[in-house]
Nanobody, 121 residues
């Protein structure tokens, strides 16, 4: 059974720098592209970032470029999202998600339960 479990969310002050983690099991993590997706209160899902199976290539939505860094540790089957310079607009539930296959252009086929990040003073 594929499992994705996010952690690291919570209340963060504007300008804060939390790191989210996503521990995975039930599949060969190193074979799959992965993404982070978020959902702000009352809004739809927004894709945030993606990473290739080897971890050498990433891509981001424009609103987080230069502030967020996605990475992975294939030995630990874990995905990360380092978030810097957080703003209130970054408040959302953050989900990690697995793509079909190696490419992040493929659809997502597994999701974690999400972790809430609230940016507020």
């Amino acid at each position: 059974e594929v499992q994705l479990v996010e952690s690291g969310g919570g209340l963060v002050q504007p300008g804060g720098s939390p790191r989210l983690s996503c521990t995975t099991s039930g599949f060969t993590f190193s074979n799959y592209a992965m993404s982070w997706v978020r959902q702000a209160p009352g809004e739809g899902l927004e894709w945030v970032s993606a990473i290739n199976p080897g971890g050498g290539t990433t891509t981001y939505v424009d609103s987080v470029k230069g502030r967020f860094t996605m990475s992975r540790d294939n030995a630990k089957n874990t995905l990360y999202l380092q978030m810097n310079s957080l703003q209130p607009d970054d408040t959302a539930v953050y989900y990690c998600a697995k793509h079909y296959g190696e490419s992040w252009t493929n659809a997502l086929n597994a999701w974690g339960q999400g972790t809430l990040v609230t940016v507020s003073s």
